[in-house]
């Protein structure tokens, strides 16, 4: 089993900047893709920013120059750098990884936050 924490939501005003940290502990044998997630309310949940295990980044459109997501030398701790943030950003933030038990190599689990609440006032 693995579990995400996140921290660094908050409140912070339009063009303001915000860092999130989302740190994996537990028994695991590797971490692939990790991810930041956002979800307003009554909306799916949509993709925000994933780095591979490799350090490769991939963001949405919507936060193309503005967010910056990075992991940590060991692998298991990403983080988002969010710059010039805009009230359409505000949401709760859940980090995501996708995870190899140390118990069952073979597959590949979801695991999820319980998510950060960033609130972009205008």
């Known amino acids: 089993q693995v579990q995400l924490v996140e921290s660094g939501g908050g409140l912070v005003q339009a063009g303001g900047s915000r860092r999130l940290s989302c740190a994996a502990s537990g028994n695991f044998f590797h971490i692939h893709d990790m991810a930041w997630h956002r979800q307003v309310l009554g909306k799916e949940r949509e993709l925000v920013a994933l780095?591979?295990?490799?350090?490769?980044?991939r963001y949405a459109d919507s936060v193309k120059g503005r967010f910056t997501i990075t992991r940590d030398k060991s692998g298991n701790t990403i983080y988002l750098q969010m710059n010039d943030l805009k009230f359409e950003d505000t949401g709760v933030y859940y980090c995501?990884?996708?995870?190899?038990?140390?118990?069952?190599?073979?597959?590949?689990?979801?695991?999820w936050g319980q998510g950060t609440l960033v609130t972009v006032s205008s």
């Open positions: 995501y990884a996708e995870v190899r038990p140390q118990n069952a190599r073979w597959t590949r689990q979801d695991s």
């Open positions: 780095i591979t295990d490799g350090g490769t980044p």
